[in-house]
């Protein structure tokens, strides 16, 4: 019995020691997250933090956190009528012309069932023309290389 006893002791003690440094890890990684806004953008863009109240405006290197949106005029306008549907993401990894964003737009009212923008269209769509243009480059921009050097 006293076996027993000291097993079941031990099993305690294990699970009570992961248990503690699990709430050590969690707080760790949340009091990181808050002190570094950029770790807390790029986990939020993959879906493993829940952006909140508390951070939901904040703005690091003319990025907004939340949505990974550039900060320009007529950001909240974009994040009311885009992010509601889809995530931002969707509309950051693409980039059109003006005419480009007003056709997806014109798409997404005649398939997607989305609302009528009204005058919020214009400021949208100038919105995205700017910062989501087109640009002329292939898939990676060219290697520089400073010094080249003869393998042996």
Known sequence: ??????????SLSVLL????????????GLLYLKQNPEALRNQANEGLVEISEENNDLITDGIHVATGFVDDEHLQVVIQNCTSCH?????TQNRMSKEGWKATIKWMQETQNLWDLGQNE?????YLAKN???????????????????LK
């Open 122 to 126: 214009a400021k949208i769509v100038s």
């Open 17 to 28: 020691g992961v248990f503690i440094a699990l709430i050590a890890i969690l707080f760790g």
């Open 87 to 91: 995530s931002a993401k969707l509309v």
């Open 132 to 150: 989501y243009a087109p640009k002329n480059q292939g898939r990676r921009a060219h290697i520089e290389v400073a010094e080249w050097y003869e």
């Open 1 to 10: 019995m006293n076996k027993n006893f000291d097993r079941s002791i031990k």
